[in-house]
C-alpha cells in the first residue's frame, strides 16, 4: 500500500477528548504532511515536516499538534481546542521536491 | 501565502468526450505541478506531474500544460471512460514553500456512459 500507512482508519472523538492519528512510512521519505479534507474544501495542509525534530504550521494549523521524533513517524493530536474536528484526515510524504505519497486516510467524528 | 484555484468544481461530460481542468498558482516560484485522482473513500494518487521547465507533458489519454508567465496549468483527459469518474487535485509546490504542496479545492468529474 505504498509504504505510507494510517491508523486507525475510523475514529471517534468525545467532546473534550484528544485523539491521536498515526502516521508511518517506511519509504525514507524527509518530508511528512498533514492534510484535512472537507466536503467541497479540497486538501488542506495542517503540518509538516522536513526533517526530524523540526515541524511548520500549514494553513489551519489552531488545534492541532504534531512531533517528528522519529523519521518514518508523524503523529498528529486533534486536541480539544478544535472545535469542528470531523473530518478526513490524510498524511503524506514525500522526498525532496517529488511525487508526495499518501496513506488510506483516517475518518474522525465527534460524538 | 500561496494559493491553487482550480476550477470547475463539478464537470460532467459523455463518455468519449474530452475533460479540461484549470489552475491557477500565486507563488511564482513554485516549480513542480502535481494532478492527483481520488476515488471515492480511497487515497488520492498521481496521475500526473509537471516541472516549469517544460510546457506540455502527456502520457496516453492524459495531459498536462504549463503557462508560467500566466501561472496557469491545466489537465486535459481525452476519450473520457466512465472509470475516469472521480475527483482531481491539482498541486503547486516550490522552493519558496520548501516542499510543501497546496492543493486546489477539487474538481468532481462525472463521466456519463
Known amino acids: 500500500d505504498g509504504g505510507i500507512t494510517q491508523s486507525p482508519k475510523y475514529l471517534f472523538r468525545k467532546e473534550g477528548q484528544n485523539v491521536t492519528l498515526s502516521c508511518e512510512q517506511n519509504?525514507?521519505?524527509?518530508?511528512m504532511y498533514w492534510y484535512r479534507q472537507d466536503p467541497g474544501q479540497g486538501l488542506r495542509l495542517i503540518y509538516y515536516s522536513q526533517i526530524v525534530n523540526d515541524f511548520q504550521k500549514g494553513d489551519i494549523a489552531e488545534g492541532y499538534s504534531v512531533s517528528r521524533e522519529k523519521k518514518e513517524s508523524f503523529p498528529l493530536t486533534v486536541t480539544s481546542a478544535q472545535k469542528n474536528p470531523t473530518a478526513f484526515y490524510l498524511c503524506?510524504?514525500?522526498?525532496?521536491?517529488?511525487?508526495?505519497?499518501f496513506g488510506q486516510g483516517t475518518r474522525l467524528t465527534v460524538v | 501565502g500561496e494559493n491553487v484555484e482550480q476550477h470547475p468544481s463539478t464537470l460532467s461530460v459523455q463518455e468519449g468526450d474530452s475533460a479540461v481542468i484549470k489552475c491557477t498558482y500565486s507563488d511564482s516560484a513554485s516549480n513542480y505541478f502535481p494532478w492527483y485522482k481520488q476515488e471515492l473513500g480511497k487515497r488520492p494518487q498521481l496521475i500526473i506531474d509537471i516541472r516549469s521547465n517544460v510546457g506540455e507533458k502527456k502520457d496516453q489519454r492524459i495531459a498536462v500544460t504549463l503557462n508560467k508567465t500566466a501561472k496557469h496549468f491545466s489537465l486535459h483527459i481525452t476519450e473520457t471512460q466512465p472509470e475516469d469518474s472521480a475527483v482531481y487535485f491539482c498541486g503547486s509546490a516550490g522552493h519558496t514553500g520548501g516542499f510543501k504542496t497546496i492543493f486546489g479545492a477539487g474538481t468532481r468529474l462525472f463521466v456519463k456512459a
Open positions: 503524506a510524504s514525500r522526498y525532496s521536491n517529488t511525487e508526495a505519497f
Open positions: 519509504l525514507n521519505h524527509d518530508a
